[in-house]
């Protein structure tokens, strides 16, 4: 009789430990979105006046300290 029940609590034993659960796992991308310090404020702008050339100079600068900038903005 004790054989009997040592065989059956055996094999409950190895019989509960042979079921396999599977473990699924799923794989979601999403984008993720950074944050980057811009620009709170522009330079401001010069006026360009015909007559004199220096506001040329002055207005280029504006544009490449502008353009500068944006790429600080961008490529962060």
Do not use: H, W
Request: aromatic share 10%; glycine share 4%.
């Amino acid at each position: 009789m004790k054989r009997i029940l040592l065989f059956a609590v055996v094999g409950l034993f190895f019989t509960g430990c042979n079921t396999k659960q599977e473990l699924i796992t799923k794989t979601v991308y999403q984008d993720v979105y950074i944050p980057v310090k811009c620009l709170d404020t522009m330079p401001v702008k010069p006026v360009y006046d015909s007559e004199n050339l220096e506001s040329a100079k002055d207005l280029m600068r504006y544009y490449e300290e502008v353009e500068i900038l944006l790429k600080g903005c961008v490529d962060e």
